[in-house]
């Protein structure tokens, strides 16, 4: 159990379009989702955290307006970077939390690589 | 804040050997919890193993355990009979529970570890 997806799990993209990344608990209703970003060698950072049915909460330093997240039902949050510039390359992962679960286990999709070009 | 620091890059041992890897980390809350996450090539991050902080007794979970010293801020994590599928990064993180649900987890810089055959 405890699956999660991620589409597309790699972009390319020309500099100054939006790419949208969708994020999917398969088998569990996801209270909250979390979006981290991870650059090459190096440790995953939090970004934001999505709650069903609220807004965002961006952590310091994260543009809430070039990182928008949309989180409309308890099995999908979309994460849209827009007007991309070369230096959003990056790969962005998603996770997903269940309170109902027992636990607050956070379970991994397996990432999408997104080159901006 | 949260900070998680992991001192060892970079660990290589011999198959079937026991290897363990450090963490500390440092937090204001009481309430919180430490997982170890592994991150194979793939970049699939999969959940090691959890430890809530309120209990005493370690985790286990076959032949991964972890040394939890609370008053240290210490989170080892033992691989025992260490196999060539261990091969991955291991990334130490903490998380708060704030009362409303999950937080996001704060990650070490990871360590590479490397099983020989």
């Known amino acids: 159990g405890a699956v999660v997806s991620q589409h597309p799990s790699r972009v390319i993209c020309k500099s100054g379009t939006s790419v949208k990344i969708e994020c999917r608990s398969l088998d569990f209703q996801a209270t909250t989702m979390f979006w981290y970003r991870q650059f090459p060698k190096q440790s995953l950072m939090l970004m934001a955290t999505s709650n069903e049915g609220s807004k965002a909460t961006y952590e310091q330093g994260v543009e809430k307006d070039k990182f928008l997240i949309n989180h409309a039902s308890l099995t999908l949050s979309t994460l849209t970077v827009t007007s991309a510039h070369p230096e959003d390359s990056s790969f962005y992962i998603c996770s997903a939390s269940s309170r109902g679960s027992g636990t607050d286990t956070q379970y991994f999709g397996p990432g999408t690589r997104l080159t901006v070009l | 804040a949260q900070t998680v620091t992991q001192s060892q890059p970079e660990m290589s041992v011999q198959e079937a050997e026991t290897v363990t890897l450090s963490c500390t980390y440092d937090?204001?809350?009481?309430?919180?919890?430490l997982f170890w996450y592994k991150q194979p090539p793939s970049r699939q991050m999969i959940l090691v193993i959890r430890?809530?902080?309120?209990?005493?007794q370690n985790a286990t979970e076959n032949r991964f355990s972890v040394n939890f010293q609370k008053a240290a801020k210490s989170f080892s994590l033992k691989i025992s009979d260490s196999q060539l599928g261990d091969t991955a990064m291991y990334f130490c993180?903490?998380?708060?529970?704030?009362?409303?649900?999950?937080?996001?987890?704060?990650f070490g810089k990871g360590t590479h570890l490397i099983i020989q055959p």
């Open positions: 430890q809530e902080a309120y209990k005493q």
């Open positions: 937090t204001s809350e009481n309430n919180y919890y």
């Open positions: 993180a903490s998380e708060t529970n704030s009362g409303g649900g999950a937080d996001g987890l704060t």
